[in-house]
């Protein structure tokens, strides 16, 4: 049974939707800038500066992949919003808690470049903390697409919503992978940050044209 269409009284007006990407870029355009603050000139004390740059590679390492993940949580949230025909009030608080885990990445990364190669647990535990915003991303967006999948008068006239309803499993299933590097994280820290950008790369190319991720 199709659904009745809601009254231009039920649902909010295409151009607040045009505001909740524009917020959302604004702050997604922050949060990927904040990332630079944390690659600094070392201090040369008796070395070269080539040998100084070298010991700073988990800086590279992390930056590098916080802003891969950064550029595909906004490469998904603009593939999102391009199905999403009106906003509501549970599409606005989700895409608000997607945006507070956002914005706590630049923090993660920063745990990681400090702690990543220290002796002891530390790196460990930063990795995991680091692991555990991706989960909590990888979980918001799900929520996000989820909760306008159950509310197909929210989304554009030509969006398949059965398909996209049996594609979800897909799309969600990559929480479960940044569960399991949770895990990693706390036996080898520099092997859970490899595989965390390697996943970002991968996912980064998958934006590619020809995707088939929401």
Known sequence: MNEPEPTDAAVPSRAETGRVEAFSDGVLAVAI????LDL??????GDSLWHSLLKEWPAYVAYLTSFLIIGIIWMNHHSIFLKIRFVDRG??????????????????????????TEPGRNGNIAMAVYSGL???MAIAFSL?????????????????VEASRKA????????????????VSL???IVALIITLLLALYYAFEQLPGSRRV
């Open 168 to 183: 979800f499993p897909r799309f969600a299933g990559g929480g479960i992978v940044y569960a399991v590097l949770i895990g």
């Open 91 to 116: 599409i606005m608080l989700l895409n608000l808690l997607l945006l507070a885990i956002t914005v706590a990445i630049p923090f993660g990364t920063t745990l990681v470049s400090a702690y990543l």
């Open 40 to 45: 600094k000139i070392p201090h040369v004390a």
């Open 134 to 136: 991706s989960l909590a």
């Open 33 to 36: 800038t904040l990332l630079v």
């Open 144 to 160: 996000l697409w989820g909760y306008a999948l159950q509310r197909p008068h929210l989304l554009e006239p030509g969006v398949d």
């Open 187 to 189: 036996i080898n820290a």
